[in-house]
């Protein structure tokens, strides 16, 4: 299914927008951060027609309403568990071999 | 020409001021001393206040459990007749999941009776998450802001999971890049909404976990007896350590050992845009750990209500790879699948129950929810994304960003002593540092230093003339 390239107005949807360019950060940062200008990403309702990568504003939970370009579009959430760890796959077995052994050998009383 | 960033940062004690509800510099004493103690208790409240309020917010009365598994588990690899009992109180029961949920009970408690319309906090951690419950239930409006993205805007799982909780719970989450400029934006926000600012280091925060330390004591004493010989503490910011040291001390436990905990994080940068994604840890760690007690007045107030080196009487960390394994090892001895961050004290607990008695207790003060993203299994897959190398061997060869040792063995766990000395004579560093270049430190304030890192004012005296020489 494809997924929705505009919003309209009521939507719930996402707006980025950029808080501070590089030349406007504060001092002292690493190198590696300073070059980036410092982002912000939030959630609302759209009080406007408009497709991905437009100007649009928000009106968020709050009720505060934000300006930004229109980043998302009902957005989710996708985060996992992802796969078990190998490396720790052997814990639990070990573990409770090594804690019944210790019993058997009455190092528990 | 002065930038937006300037004008804010330039108004900082004016929002701040009307944001918290209360005039800080009422506790000022010199440029080095404050009266702690009256500061702590401005608010008013009582400790029966305290837990009166928490439990109408759904808060505390968490389980207390004694991990016989664990404990038999530290016992087989201890020298005869070794191995402290281990109890661990399950703070994850909490509405929210963590021992948070009883700082932001105060907190939000307060906001509402002072009559603000929202509270706001920036915390990327469980705080979020609290501060939102909490604020659902108190009809409260809520702004959570995030650290949450890299530049490349990859989120670390955990933070993004806790972006998800709080907007379950109808917060507005501003989810933002690297960087300490968080705060600015905090303050922009608490200037055009004038919410409360519901901080971590409040007064009202840490006196919300002195419950914690109180509640152990007396279900310590019901269990065994007696308080509890150690108290191990997972410690970021300091206000888990100073709360509940504080609770436990007006319980009447004088004796409880206070161990703090952290994951070593050193050699990684924590406002670096591309260290960011490889810490594996978003909070419990020494790159909050070790700053924020060395120099506790770095917080969003004016006077930090966590002041841990007042409390600690040991500080350990353990290895990212340690607290992975002791995750998985609760969940398959103990059944409790709880969150890594908040095991960082069980791990330390677990290597320091080895060199004690068997008829001594150690208590694990909290644990934490765990979910898709917030889940040992997920950071680990998460690192090795960001290329950190994850493998088994000797955590000894762990090192932070660059690769995590999982234990292959229970006897490699070992925790390591920070040097609690060279922390203190750091604050003091600083405490000097603050106040300006021609003051001169009276008694007053070589006493309130004492009071402030634990010593005396002979020892205060030592390590000044010792700055002085330097």
Redesign the interface.
């Known amino acids: 299914m494809n997924e929705p390239q505009r919003a309209c107005p009521g939507d719930w949807v996402e707006v980025e927008r950029m808080?501070?360019d590089p030349s406007?950060?504060?001092k002292n940062?690493?190198p590696?951060?300073a070059a980036?200008?410092?982002?912000?990403?939030?959630?609302?309702f759209a009080l406007s027609d408009g497709a991905l990568g437009e100007e649009m504003t928000v009106e968020?939970?709050?009720?505060?309403t934000v300006a930004g370009t229109l980043s998302a579009i009902n957005p989710g959430?996708f985060?996992?568990?992802?796969?078990?760890?190998p490396?720790?796959a052997h814990?639990?077995r070990?573990?409770?071999a090594?804690?019944t052994?210790?019993?058997a050998q009455g190092?528990?009383r | 020409m002065i930038?937006?960033?300037d004008e804010i940062m330039g108004r900082r004690g004016e929002i701040m001021r009307g944001a918290l509800g209360m005039d800080y510099s009422r506790f000022e004493r010199s440029p080095i001393a404050f009266d702690y103690e009256a500061m702590m208790s401005d608010h008013g409240y009582s400790l029966d206040d305290i837990v009166a309020i928490q439990t109408t917010a759904g808060v505390g009365n968490t389980p207390l459990l004694e991990l016989r598994?664990i404990t038999?588990?530290v016992?087989?690899i201890s020298e005869a007749g070794k191995g402290a009992r281990i109890f661990v109180k399950d703070e994850a029961a909490n509405l929210a999941g963590a021992f948070k949920d009883r700082r932001a009970s105060v907190s939000i408690h307060v906001a509402k009776e002072k009559g603000y319309d929202?509270v706001i906090a920036a915390t990327s951690g469980n705080y979020g998450a609290a501060v939102a419950s909490q604020a659902a239930r108190y009809g409260l409006?809520?702004?959570i802001c995030q650290e949450?993205?890299d530049?490349r805007?990859i989120?670390q799982?955990e933070i993004?999971?806790k972006a998800?909780v709080c907007?379950a719970y109808?917060?507005?989450?501003?989810?933002?890049?690297?960087?300490?400029?968080l705060f600015?934006?905090m303050l922009e926000l608490l200037d055009?909404?004038g919410y409360f600012a519901a901080s971590l280091y409040s007064s009202f925060g840490v006196s919300g976990i002195e419950t914690l330390g109180l509640e152990i004591s007396r279900e310590m004493r019901a269990l065994t007896g007696a308080d509890p010989t150690a108290c191990v503490i997972t410690h970021a910011g300091g206000g888990n350590t100073t709360g509940t040291a504080r609770g436990l001390q007006r319980a009447g436990a004088t004796t409880t050992q206070i161990v703090s905990a952290s994951v070593d994080l050193s050699g990684l940068?924590m406002?670096?845009?591309?260290d960011f994604n490889r810490k594996s840890f978003t909070t419990g760690h020494t790159g909050f750990g070790v700053p924020f007690a060395t120099w506790p007045d770095r917080a969003d107030v004016p006077r930090n209500a966590a002041r841990p080196l007042r409390y600690i009487d040991r500080y350990l960390t353990v290895t990212q790879g340690e607290v992975?394994?002791v995750t998985?090892?609760m969940?398959?001895?103990e059944g409790l699948e709880r969150g890594p961050a908040g095991n960082t004290a069980m791990a330390a607990a677990m290597s320091l129950a080895r060199e004690m008695p068997r008829a001594a207790t150690v208590v694990v003060q909290e644990t934490e929810y765990t979910g898709?993203?917030k889940?040992?299994?997920?950071q680990?897959?998460?690192a090795r994304e960001m290329g950190v190398e994850?493998?088994?061997g000797d955590p000894a060869d762990n090192k932070p960003g660059t690769v995590i040792v999982?234990p292959e063995?229970?006897e490699q766990l070992q925790a390591k002593d920070f040097d609690l000395l060279r922390m203190r004579k750091s604050y003091v560093r600083n405490a000097v540092k603050a106040a300006p270049a021609d003051y001169v430190p009276t008694a007053a304030d070589v006493a309130f230093l004492a009071a402030d890192t634990n010593t005396d004012a002979a020892t205060v005296e030592a390590m000044l003339a010792e700055l002085r020489e330097a």
Not at chain 2, 170 to 181: F, H, L
């Open positions: 808080i501070l406007q950060r504060s940062l690493p590696e951060t980036k200008p410092l982002m912000m990403w939030v959630k609302g968020t939970m709050t009720g505060r959430y985060h996992t568990f992802g796969k078990p760890i490396e720790l814990v639990g070990d573990l409770r090594r804690l052994a210790f019993r190092g528990a | 930038t937006r960033f598994n038999d588990l016992r087989s929202g409006k809520c702004i949450t993205f530049s805007h989120g799982p993004v999971e998800r907007e109808g917060a507005e989450v501003v989810q933002m890049t690297v960087g300490p400029e600015f934006h055009q909404t940068h406002a670096s845009d591309t992975f394994y998985e090892a969940a398959k001895l898709a993203g889940h040992h299994w997920a680990l897959n998460f994850v493998r088994c999982i063995r229970p």
